[in-house]
């Protein structure tokens, strides 16, 4: 069985309310916004070569079955990504499958740690639907899909925000 | 009997007095009319007079308010002169010793003496310690200059650094231009930059106060620029400036090539609008690669900054402000005659115009992308480029993206009742079978609708057997029933190969209309899937003309733009 990907809830639940036992409530309030452009800019960030060789490799085939390989992938995409970023807000990834038709994308949904081949007329589960245009078409490495955006990963790394 | 009385009375009499009485009320109707005319006289005759009145009133309050700004003007000039008349030797002089030395026709004692004695009567006054700074630095004399340096820095550190900025500049000291324009920007608020400091920074993008060697200037935009980013959500303002900026860039589309898709696509729109957003790439190129292309002229900043200069010696000092405003008012009311509304209106324009404040990134978007309302030079639209490409680059690969993730997978087409897809307009033979097939199911639908009803195929039978036995009434001697019936029947028979004929000729019409749907359904899909695949060569084409941006952009660095930085090892860090 694969281990848990993230907290689960009610453990991040538990830390935030550590960090922020010192502030009052409208604090606590006033501090997302902020919190979350801190976060915006440093997913910002041109993502690292290693980052990328990592998710390159989820459409090598296999992986379907290779749950260990899966939790290798997650691995470093936890060390990339602050842990912010993973709790909650980035839903999974989509990309161009090259396994040839009838499959069209690939996704990785990050909660449940699950690669899935997706075919013409499919729908993607999680939300991740409205990337499958970009990725297919977008000449992006892979689409990082978020709650509130999506963000598209160039070939170097480079990074380009589509606020949906 | 009542009847009869009715009949018998004369009723003369009362139609005659109605008659009168109609006459009576049209006279009186017209009296009133009249009267209703001459009320309306009186109105307007008392509208008028009020008119005149009020017309009157105001040119009285005008004239008393002309009497009294007249007054206030003397009085105002007065305390003006009071109190800060002595400024006005020290700013005459200061325009005097700079004529003066330009010249070189005065006696450098001569000025030693007059600055020394403006120092001693203007006490508080930041330029008088200036003038003295600057009539010790004429006749050498360091340790005095340096003292009223001190003095003056001491009484406006801002206005003393512009105005030895800017004496420097025409001294043509330009180290020691430099390093006084970092004082005086090191004196600006970052988010609040005025009209003057805008100049300044023109004219430091176009070379005109030095060349920074030691990067004193490029250090305190680097600082502004850092402090700005520390600002919570800056960097997502700036990013979000940038993109309107240069969207604003964006052209109509010419769709003249796609006159099918237009017609028979419903995904039109989006494909109009993904075409505009990759034709801006080629737009934005251009627009930057003229800008970089052109030769920056500095005569227009020069007289500029020779404005500020006169400016500054001329202009009045802050604590006289009050009621210098007051006097401008003053007079505006004189010049006006009196009129308060408009002396107030045009105080406010006058304000606006000069009040022209920016924050420091908001100066950079202008000068590049608007350069037409925010008057800056070719050097700083290059400069406000350059010291901005990380944002200018974040922007243009979010529009980018933003433009990509609208391309529609899958394009309609719409012809008719047959509405399907294509990806990329390859997929031909699939759709003209599809669409051969609907037409086949629609055809058949209609020629089922078109066959011969119970009666009429019950017609030709039917009229047969009823002739028949018309016939044989007629030989059994029941001729005129026989005729009836063998007429009838033979009426039925002609019914049944009438109808038939009709339906055989409604059937060969409809298997024409169908054909020809098909032959021209077919050439408008053909057509359609053929500007499909056009549609998508032109926006991978355009499309790829981004990268060209992008690489122009990446290329940019800000010291390459800062004239004669050449040999400057630093670099100003973003």
């Keep these: 069985m694969p281990r848990p990907m993230l907290r689960t809830p009610q453990q991040s639940q538990t830390q935030a309310n550590n960090i922020l036992s010192a502030v009052n409530h409208d604090q606590q309030q006033k501090q997302q916004p902020i919190d979350k452009m801190k976060l915006d800019r440093l997913l910002r960030q041109p993502r690292s070569k290693a980052y990328m060789d990592a998710v390159r490799q989820l459409d090598a085939g296999g992986h379907v079955h290779n749950q260990a390989r899966v939790n290798e992938i997650m691995d470093v995409i936890r060390s990339e990504l602050p842990e912010a970023a993973l709790s909650g807000i980035l839903l999974g990834y989509v990309a161009v499958c090259y396994l040839g038709k009838p499959y069209e994308v690939h996704t990785l949904d990050v909660t449940g740690g699950i690669i899935e081949h997706y075919q013409t007329g499919q729908i993607l589960p999680n939300g991740m639907e409205k990337a499958r245009s970009i990725a297919l078409r977008g000449g992006y490495e892979f689409i990082e899909v978020y709650t509130d955006c999506c963000r598209a990963i160039s070939s170097n790394g480079k990074v380009s925000v589509i606020t949906c | 009997m009542a009847e009869r009385i009715i009949e018998q009375a004369d009723l003369r009499t009362i139609e005659n007095n109605l008659g009168a009485i109609h006459g009576d009320l049209k006279t009186i109707d017209s009296n009133v009319g009249e009267v209703n005319h001459n009320v309306k006289v009186v109105y307007d005759e008392i509208g008028n007079l009020a008119k005149e009145f009020h017309d009157f009133v105001s040119i009285q309050q005008r004239a008393n308010r002309l009497g009294q700004a007249e007054t206030r003007l003397v009085k105002i000039r007065q305390e003006l002169d009071k109190k800060y008349g002595h400024y006005d030797v020290v700013r005459r002089t200061t325009t005097g010793i700079l004529q003066a030395d330009d010249l070189g026709i005065v006696k450098k004692e001569?000025?030693?003496?007059?600055?020394?004695?403006?120092?001693?009567?203007?006490?508080?006054?930041?330029?008088?310690?200036?003038?003295?700074?600057?009539?010790?630095?004429?006749?050498?004399?360091?340790?005095?200059?340096?003292?009223?340096?001190?003095?003056?820095?001491?009484?406006?550190?801002?206005?003393?650094?512009?105005?030895?900025?800017?004496?420097?500049?025409?001294?043509?000291?330009?180290?020691?231009?430099?390093?006084?324009?970092?004082?005086?920007?090191?004196?600006?608020?970052?988010?609040?930059?005025?009209?003057?400091?805008?100049?300044?920074?023109?004219?430091?993008?176009?070379?005109?106060?030095?060349?920074?060697?030691?990067?004193?200037?490029?250090?305190?935009?680097?600082?502004?620029?850092?402090?700005?980013?520390?600002?919570?959500?800056?960097?997502?303002?700036?990013?979000?400036?940038?993109?309107?900026?240069?969207?604003?860039?964006?052209?109509?589309?010419?769709?003249?090539?796609?006159?099918?898709?237009?017609?028979?696509?419903?995904?039109?729109?989006?494909?109009?609008?993904?075409?505009?957003?990759?034709?801006?790439?080629?737009?934005?190129?251009?627009?930057?690669?003229?800008?970089?292309?052109?030769?920056?002229?500095?005569?227009?900043?020069?007289?500029?900054?020779?404005?500020?200069?006169?400016?500054?010696?001329?202009?009045?000092?802050?604590?006289?402000?009050?009621?210098?405003?007051?006097?401008?008012?003053?007079?505006?009311?004189?010049?006006?005659?009196?009129?308060?509304?408009?002396?107030?209106?045009?105080?406010?324009?006058?304000?606006?115009?000069?009040?022209?404040?920016?924050?420091?990134?908001?100066?950079?978007?202008?000068?590049?992308?608007?350069?037409?309302?925010?008057?800056?030079?070719?050097?700083?639209?290059?400069?406000?480029?350059?010291?901005?490409?990380?944002?200018?680059?974040?922007?243009?690969?979010?529009?980018?993206?933003?433009?990509?993730?609208?391309?529609?997978?899958?394009?309609?087409?719409?012809?008719?009742?047959?509405?399907?897809?294509?990806?990329?307009?390859?997929?031909?033979?699939?759709?003209?079978?599809?669409?051969?097939?609907?037409?086949?199911?629609?055809?058949?639908?209609?020629?089922?609708?078109?066959?011969?009803?119970?009666?009429?195929?019950?017609?030709?039978?039917?009229?047969?057997?009823?002739?028949?036995?018309?016939?044989?009434?007629?030989?059994?001697?029941?001729?005129?029933?026989?005729?009836?019936?063998?007429?009838?029947?033979?009426?039925?028979?002609?019914?049944?190969?009438?109808?038939?004929?009709?339906?055989?000729?409604?059937?060969?019409?409809?298997e024409k209309k169908f054909e020809d749907k098909r032959v021209k359904g077919s050439e408008i899909i053909r057509a359609v899937l053929a500007e499909v695949v056009d549609f998508r060569s032109e926006f991978a084409e355009k499309d790829g003309e981004s990268q060209l941006v992008i690489d122009f952009l990446e290329q940019i660095t800000p010291e390459q733009y800062v004239r004669k930085l050449a040999d400057s090892n630093r670099r100003i860090r973003l």
């Design chain 2, 110 to 510: 001569t000025i030693s003496t007059a600055t020394e004695e403006m120092m001693i009567e203007t006490p508080n006054y930041w330029l008088a310690p200036c003038l003295v700074a600057l009539a010790a630095w004429i006749n050498d004399r360091p340790e005095l200059a340096e003292r009223a340096l001190k003095e003056g820095i001491k009484r406006n550190d801002e206005k003393t650094s512009l105005f030895f900025a800017l004496i420097c500049r025409r001294a043509d000291r330009k180290k020691a231009c430099l390093k006084w324009t970092q004082r005086y920007l090191a004196n600006q608020d970052e988010e609040n930059l005025d009209r003057k400091c805008i100049i300044i920074l023109d004219a430091f993008a176009s070379g005109l106060l030095g060349a920074d060697s030691e990067g004193v200037v490029s250090r305190q935009m680097s600082e502004w620029l850092e402090n700005l980013s520390d600002k919570p959500g800056f960097i997502e303002q700036q990013t979000k400036q940038w993109s309107e900026a240069i969207n604003m860039k964006r052209k109509p589309v010419d769709a003249s090539s796609y006159t099918y898709l237009k017609k028979y696509s419903q995904t039109w729109p989006a494909l109009q609008d993904i075409l505009e957003g990759a034709n801006l790439h080629a737009e934005i190129l251009e627009y930057f690669s003229n800008i970089f292309a052109q030769e920056a002229s500095t005569a227009t900043v020069k007289v500029q900054l020779d404005e500020i200069l006169t400016s500054l010696v001329s202009d009045y000092d802050d604590e006289e402000l009050p009621l210098r405003k007051e006097e401008k008012f003053e007079q505006f009311v004189v010049d006006f005659g009196g009129d308060e509304d408009r002396a107030r209106q045009n105080m406010q324009i006058e304000q606006t115009a000069f009040d022209t404040h920016k924050d420091f990134t908001q100066l950079l978007t202008d000068a590049a992308m608007k350069p037409e309302s925010s008057h800056s030079s070719v050097s700083t639209q290059k400069f406000a480029i350059a010291l901005s490409r990380d944002w200018v680059s974040d922007a243009y690969n979010d529009i980018i993206a933003q433009n990509r993730m609208k391309i529609p997978h899958e394009i309609e087409i719409n012809v008719d009742t047959f509405n399907d897809k294509t990806t990329d307009g390859q997929n031909e033979t699939e759709l003209l079978t599809k669409f051969g097939v609907l037409v086949d199911a629609e055809k058949a639908d209609a020629l089922s609708k078109c066959v011969l009803s119970g009666f009429e195929k019950f017609c030709l039978i039917g009229g047969a057997v009823i002739a028949g036995l018309g016939a044989g009434m007629m030989i059994a001697g029941s001729i005129f029933m026989g005729l009836i019936a063998v007429i009838a029947g033979i009426g039925m028979v002609i019914n049944h190969f009438s109808k038939k004929k009709s339906l055989a000729s409604t059937r060969e019409e409809i």
